[in-house]
């Protein structure tokens, strides 16, 4: 139980063009869901938190209009990278929490983006 | 502002032996801790998390202390085995709460030898 995909798995893109990374909760309704980044032999930055139906939280530093965040449903947040540049290229990463466990994360895959 | 250390250099050890990885963390009082592990490209996953009000807890093969009081927490891996070979990160909850939002370190990585 408790499984998060993430789609695409890897995405090359030319610089200033714009990716969307799905995130999807296979089994189970999230209650929130989680974007981080991560760069090589660094730990995870959590970059926004998800709410389904409301407006995404921006940690400081996070540029709002250039990470699109978009929380449809309990099972689907989304992703855009807006203008893509290469200092952008990253791992991305999702997790969710559930109502009868909100203290674990659950993690998905992860996303490999590097724009050229 | 908090701040989480892992040991950045990787740990190796031979098969049969137990690994201990060091989480110390600052300037504040979290009301739990977790542990997760991390493979090369992947996601990380959850493994045990500890209440600021519980010493030790245990999972199969795997341990964690928590200490309040030195602020570091101790991750164990008895009997370790290569498959144990991988990226350990202990991560806290932030202080202002809200959504469970957690603070991760920067993991260390472990290398289980045959």
């Known amino acids: 139980g408790a499984v998060v995909s993430q789609h695409p798995s890897r995405v090359i893109c030319k610089s200033g063009t714009s990716v969307k990374i799905e995130c999807r909760s296979l089994?189970?309704?999230?209650?929130?869901m989680f974007w981080y980044r991560q760069f090589p032999k660094k730990s995870l930055m959590l970059m926004a938190t998800?709410?389904?139906?409301?407006?995404?939280?921006?940690e400081q530093g996070v540029e709002k209009d250039k990470f699109l965040i978009n929380h449809a449903s309990l099972t689907l947040s989304t992703l855009t990278v807006t203008s893509a540049h290469p200092e952008d290229s990253s791992f991305y990463i999702c997790?969710?929490?559930?109502?009868?466990?909100?203290?674990?994360?659950?993690f998905g895959p992860g996303t490999r983006l590097t724009v050229t | 502002s908090q701040k989480i250390e892992q040991n950045s250099e990787a740990l190796n050890i031979q098969e049969g032996k137990t690994a201990t990885l060091t989480c110390n963390y600052t300037?504040?009082?979290?009301?739990?801790l977790q542990w997760y592990r991390q493979d090369p490209g992947r996601g990380p996953v959850f493994l045990l998390l500890?209440?600021?009000?519980?010493k030790e807890k245990r999972k199969e093969r795997l341990k964690v202390t928590f200490d309040t009081t030195l602020k570091q927490s101790l991750f164990h891996i008895t009997a370790s085995q290569p498959a144990d070979s991988a990226t350990y990160l202990c991560?806290?909850?932030?202080?202002?709460?809200?959504?469970?939002?957690?603070?991760f370190g920067a993991g260390t990585r472990l290398a289980v030898h045959p």
């Open positions: 997790s969710a929490t559930t109502s009868g466990a909100p203290y674990e994360q659950y």
């Open positions: 089994d189970f309704q999230a209650t929130t």
């Open positions: 998800s709410n389904e139906g409301s407006k995404a939280t921006y």
């Open positions: 300037n504040y009082s979290p009301a739990y």
């Open positions: 500890i209440r600021e009000n519980e």
């Open positions: 991560a806290l909850p932030t202080p202002s709460g809200g959504y469970n939002k957690l603070i």
